[in-house]
């Protein structure tokens, strides 16, 4: 039997969600129509003259190289940060999930990378692998790798993509060992009993029963390699060599504040924008469709 | 003392505090100069507020130039700008076309409306040239100049027995005689489109773009991709190819290789002075001018500055304005200009406070402190050598930054990627030509 709540006046309820309305309003709805309205205008940098062009800023943009590999570089970026994080975190899940001794010790020391922010992840990883004074680049002269990602844009994206997942490990590593934790030990036991050993146990029992969580974490590994490593390139690579590493979200604040041009950039803004809402389709069809919860 | 006598004299010096505030005509500066710089800045609006009655600056710092211009400009849009804001030279056609449309104050007008004799022939040609009108009217007050030295480790050339070069000849050789003595990456520099392209083509006199560089008016295009600067960048991305030159990222990023000994000789602005003077302790180092191609010019011309100024903005009533008029005088003054220059290796920006670090035997004690102020007062400024002036043009930098990586990765050659960077650059020209129009 399930307990409804019934409000008796017909406003009541309005009002007491109203405050969430009106905050998804005034920072989504208006910057968004904001946003939406600016990508068809050329403006000056001080708001003088504001002309319509149509979709001259959306031609511009389509029609220059560098944008268009800035969706190649994103979805490498996306990608490979998504997969270098998720498979590390599991890994360490796992291996946690069946330590004994000073559990806590080791949990709490891999979540730390978490409190460390996006910029902050960058700019270590930037100053180990710095091809002057970086130890890391020094041992890898060691070994014969000539690394200097200010000239080598691949090196430059693998840089930037190592330090993203590196921050994002602790955030997929919680989220696996709570998954791991809620699956029930009498299926495990059940197939130890039937002589499955430890590998086909993972791979028939643990991580089909993880897929929720497998998925979510894709989806927000995914919006995170997107939306928040900005900051992680904006203190290290700036987008460079060449344009390698400048990732769509990147363009749009370099276009946006670095070049004045609020129409191209707005454009960019709605472009991404478009993108996290197909993104967000696709979860919710997704997840209805698989998940059991 | 008990309690009562405490909050009683103290709510005395508040009311008496305020009294002066209100007195004092307010003017908001918003600056760029993080650190050592930050500090020498306020230290100089409290000099100032300490000798006006009138007057109170204050000064602010709001981020690195392009934030602290974002910052601006949003402020302006706003209608809560502050009175002056400092700007990076790139941002002085996006500032001159605000002034079009009645958004700036320029600095000559200020000076005249506040009764203060202002002499522009105090300040030196090179670095007023960048900022002035077509009719040679100065738009706003230069603060900090600087412009591209050859930095080199003495102690490397000695070691490996070759002198200072002057032409990019000599460089070479330098840089192979480097090489063979054990030095990784002889040559490097940094701020690549200031210095290899702009101010290269400035001392040796040659146009970078039409319409006198941008000068003249919004419809200039690009012209850098000549044979001269093809040739020079196909030079330098063959050394890259040898071993002798290792590109060390944009802006200053490169300055670890000089300070570690990796390179030796180093193209960059002149204000690393202060931080070398500091940082480098395990050789010897010196600024030499910048070498010379001897297949363009037998002499150089003059060297280009780099740096910021400070741009007032309209909107605000006239009391604040003598008042920031006054605080310009201050500043340009040769003892605060002398100090400035001795401190952080930004040139002085007058003739006087040149004289008076010579006098104070600043050069003598620290030798090759005045390359960059010779490079610029070298020859009278001409067409091609008095300055950029370009829309978009932090973007058209950051075009040539990527284009220039092209050629030292390998991807491009230098015609390749010149023609790509022009092609480029002058789309953005023309975007900014029809915002602006």
């Not at chain 1, 406003?11 to 946003?35: D, E």
């Amino acid at each position: 039997m399930q307990k409804r709540v019934i409000f008796k006046a017909r406003g009541l309820p309005y009002l007491l969600v109203l405050p969430q309305i009106a905050i998804t309003v005034i920072f989504f709805f208006w910057p968004s129509w904001q946003a939406l309205e600016s990508s068809f205008f050329i403006e000056d940098a001080f708001g003088f003259s504001r002309e319509w062009v149509g979709w001259q800023n959306y031609r511009e943009l389509f029609n220059d190289p560098g944008y268009l590999r800035s969706f190649r570089s994103t979805l490498i970026f996306g990608l490979s940060v998504a997969a270098l994080a998720m498979s590390l975190a599991l890994g360490l899940a796992v291996a946690a999930n069946r330590v004994l001794r000073a559990t806590q010790g080791y949990r709490t020391l891999l979540i730390w990378p978490y409190a460390v922010a996006p910029a902050l992840a960058g700019v270590i990883w930037y100053f180990l692998m710095n091809p002057s004074l970086g130890i890391v680049a020094y041992w890898l002269k060691g070994i014969g790798v000539e690394w200097n990602h200010y000239v080598n844009g691949d090196q430059a994206l693998l840089l930037v993509i190592v330090a993203a997942a590196w921050k994002q490990i602790s955030y997929n590593f919680l989220f696996f060992l709570a998954g791991l934790q809620s699956i029930p030990k009498s299926l495990i036991e059940a197939a130890a009993i039937d002589r499955a050993g430890p590998v086909r146990r993972f791979w028939s029992i643990t991580f089909p029963l993880l897929s929720p969580t497998t998925f979510f974490l894709l989806v927000v590994n995914l919006v995170y390699a997107f939306f928040d490593t900005f900051s992680l390139i904006h203190a290290t690579t700036e987008g460079g060599p060449s344009d390698s590493t400048s990732i769509l979200v990147f363009r749009v604040y370099n276009t946006g504040f670095i070049g004045q041009d609020y129409g191209g950039s707005a454009a960019q803004s709605v472009i991404l924008m478009a993108l996290v809402i197909v993104m967000t389709v696709v979860q919710f069809r997704y997840v209805e469709r698989k998940v059991n919860y | 003392m008990n309690v009562k006598s405490i909050l009683t004299a103290t709510t005395i010096a508040s009311l008496a505090a305020g009294a002066a505030h209100a007195e004092k005509a307010q003017v908001q500066f918003w600056h760029a100069m993080g650190g050592t710089l930050g500090e020498i800045t306020d230290k100089f609006a409290a000099d100032f507020n300490a000798t006006s009655d009138t007057c109170e600056i204050n000064s602010i710092y709001k981020g690195n130039y392009t934030e602290n211009m974002t910052a601006a400009i949003a402020a302006f849009r706003a209608g809560q700008h502050p009175h002056i804001v400092q700007v990076f030279e790139v941002g002085t056609a996006t500032m001159m076309a605000a002034g079009d449309q009645g958004a700036i104050y320029p600095v000559y007008k200020l000076m005249e409306d506040a009764g203060i004799d202002f002499d522009p022939s105090a300040y030196l040609p090179a670095v007023i040239s960048y900022y002035t009108d077509t009719d040679n009217n100065l738009l706003s007050l230069p603060f900090n100049s600087s412009s591209p030295v050859l930095w080199y480790n003495k102690t490397a050339l000695d070691a490996a027995g070759v002198d200072v070069p002057e032409t990019w000849d000599e460089v070479h050789a330098a840089a192979e005689a480097l090489k063979a003595n054990g030095v990784e990456k002889p040559f490097s520099f940094g701020w690549q489109s200031w210095t290899q392209i702009e101010n290269f083509s400035a001392w040796h006199d040659m146009p970078m773009a039409t319409e006198e560089n941008g000068f003249a008016g919004l419809g200039t295009e690009f012209t850098f991709n000549n044979e001269a600067v093809v040739n020079h960048i196909q030079r330098i991305a063959e050394m890259g190819q040898d071993g002798l030159f290792g590109y060390g990222g944009r802006r200053g990023d490169s300055r670890a290789q000089f300070v570690n000994g990796e390179t030796a000789l180093w193209i960059n602005s002149s204000a690393y002075y202060g931080g070398f003077k500091q940082d480098i302790t395990d050789f010897e180092f010196g600024q030499a001018m910048l070498p010379v191609d001897t297949d363009l010019a037998d002499a150089p011309q003059n060297s280009i500055i780099g740096g910021a100024t400070l741009w007032v903005l309209q909107g605000h009533e006239q009391p604040e304005y003598t008042c920031a008029a006054e605080f310009f005088q201050y500043v340009s003054e040769p003892e605060q200009q002398a100090y400035w220059h001795q401190n952080t290796g930004y040139v002085p920006i007058t003739t006087a406070a040149y004289e008076l670090s010579r006098e104070q035997g600043f050069y003598e004690e620290n030798p090759g402190t005045d390359t960059a102020i010779k490079q610029l007062s070298l020859n009278t400024p001409t067409p091609a050598s008095k300055g950029v002036r370009f829309g978009n043009f932090v973007q058209v930098r950051d075009v040539i930054n990527e284009e220039l990586e092209a050629v030292w990765s390998g991807d491009k050659t230098a015609r390749e990627a010149l023609d790509a960077a022009v092609e480029r650059g002058n789309a953005l020209l023309r975007k900014f030509e029809n915002a602006n129009s």
